[in-house]
């Protein structure tokens, strides 16, 4: 199935200025859309509206032609949104973490695909160390292991290469490139430049914004 997600006229205020107006978006299978722009344009608040987590912007969004508030179950079914901080508990080990994660999205999951998980993105060995532990970067690690731990179709990505070694990014923009090849849609902000690959779409923001009048 082809996937869609759009977004109409998208206007959003903070601190009596517009960080963009009258965008539309248009993210499909297949597709990586980077958003990007300078420090405080908008790029976070873009990814939260698109996932669904504010409501106090002007504009429309539609998931598969159907709008969002009427698709919402089906959209969040299909949404794996990473914030722009880890999101880990410091308090639980990683796998405690990824069952968390699951228990929090209704998903039972199991160790065997917790730790493969984990595996996955280099935390072997450190399956049972309080993530207050860890590094920034392992930390990190331990957020992007729930890209394989919980596939979805969507992926809303607040960069997600903070603090992730060289190694890491290269694996981390491999897996981007892979999922979209399987038909996912990525959106992802970083500041750091995407390797390029026919797959990967440009947003720009910063120039949309003024004064509210
Ligand atoms: N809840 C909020 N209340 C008031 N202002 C906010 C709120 N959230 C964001 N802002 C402001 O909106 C602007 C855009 O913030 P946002 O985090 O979306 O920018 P960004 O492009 O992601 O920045 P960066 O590249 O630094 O991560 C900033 O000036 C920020 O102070």
């Not at 309080?130 to 957020?143: I, Y």
């Amino acid at each position: 199935m082809n996937l869609c997600l759009q977004a109409r006229k998208l206007a959003c205020e903070r601190d009596d200025r517009w960080l963009f107006t009258d965008l539309d978006v248009d993210i499909q299978s297949g597709e990586i859309v980077r958003v990007e722009g300078p420090n405080g344009c908008g790029k976070t608040t873009l990814l939260k509206i698109l996932a669904g987590q504010l409501s106090d912007h002007e504009g429309a969004l539609f998931w598969n032609g159907r709008p969002l508030h009427k698709a919402r179950d089906t959209f969040l079914a299909n949404l794996l949104y990473l914030g722009h901080a880890p999101g880990v508990k410091a308090g639980l080990s990683p796998l405690e973490n990824l069952a968390w994660y699951q228990a929090l999205g209704g998903e039972r999951g199991s160790e065997a695909g917790r730790l493969e998980a984990l595996a996955g993105v280099g935390l072997a060995g450190f399956e049972d160390v309080p993530a207050g532990q860890l590094s920034a970067g392992q930390q990190r690690r331990v957020a992007l292991a729930r890209l394989t731990l919980t596939p979805r179709a969507l992926w809303v990505l607040d960069e997600p290469f903070t603090a992730i070694d060289r190694d890491g990014v290269a694996a981390l923009e491999a897996a981007l490139d892979a999922h979209a090849r399987a038909g996912g849609c990525v959106i992802v902000t970083t500041h750091h430049e995407l390797a390029a690959s026919a797959r990967l779409r440009r947003l720009p923001l910063g120039n949309q914004g003024g004064p509210v009048h």
